[in-house]
T-cell receptor
């Protein structure tokens, strides 16, 4: 079945760039997503990319998609302490109805 | 828009009791999802509805769990009887006709003692 994998932890210094990586298995994925979860809160949709794109930029966020390698990344420029959270990668497959498949989440810690 | 609304935000109950979690999706959205999040298992899809009809309930753990969506603006997830291993954060999410943007509620933190 579909599977989404992420590294579980990432630490960066404030002001540096963060790159969070994700791999997925469903080659029919139509959309790929990044969600952010702050402590005690729900998942917040940060950004998404359609599978026929290879890059999307939104202010400090850059999403890169390598469809051949089934690899998705989220780059956060000028990382701030407020970016500390868990970041989930998710995919929506064409053959999977409306079911999103989420990765395990990457806990980003921003050090002062 | 108020976003997805869930209640209660926190629930503490004793083993064996019935628990009912509630969700109000974003107005106009026609798909609703129930998820469970634990440290051990991460985020798991329990069930989702489209136009109030359950489409996939393969993630529901066992018969103790049931979900209903009597109308487009309300859904419940019921656990009867509850067990300590049901302790988790339960999220409701909804999406609209486009089906590619899913919005989450703040979650209900359930503790079963």
């Amino acid at each position: 079945g579909e599977d989404v994998e992420q590294s579980l932890f990432l630490s960066v210094r404030e002001g540096d760039s963060s790159v969070i990586n994700c791999t997925y298995t469903d080659s029919s994925s139509t959309y790929l997503y990044w969600y952010k979860q702050e402590p005690g809160a729900g998942l917040q949709l940060l950004t998404y990319i359609f599978s026929n794109m290879d890059m999307k930029q939104d202010q400090r966020l850059t999403v890169l998609l390598n469809k051949k390698d089934k690899h998705l990344s989220l780059r956060i420029a000028d990382t701030q302490t407020g970016d500390s959270a868990i970041y989930f990668c998710a995919e929506l497959g064409r053959n999977y109805g409306q079911n999103f498949v989420f990765g395990p989440g990457t806990r980003l810690s921003v050090l002062p | 828009d108020a976003g997805v609304i869930q209640s209660p935000r926190h629930e503490v109950t004793e083993m064996g009791q019935e628990v009912t979690l509630r969700c109000k999706p974003i107005s106009g959205h026609n798909s609703l999802f129930w998820y469970r999040q634990t440290m051990m298992r991460g985020l798991e899809l329990l069930i989702y509805f489209n136009n109030n009809v359950p489409i996939d309930d393969s993630g529901m753990p066992e018969d103790r769990f049931s979900a209903k969506m009597p109308n487009a603006s309300f859904s419940t997830l019921k656990i009867q009887p509850s067990e300590p291993r049901d302790s988790a954060v339960y999220f409701c999410a909804s999406s609209g006709d486009s089906n590619y943007e899913q919005y989450f509620g703040p979650g209900t933190r359930l503790t079963v003692t």
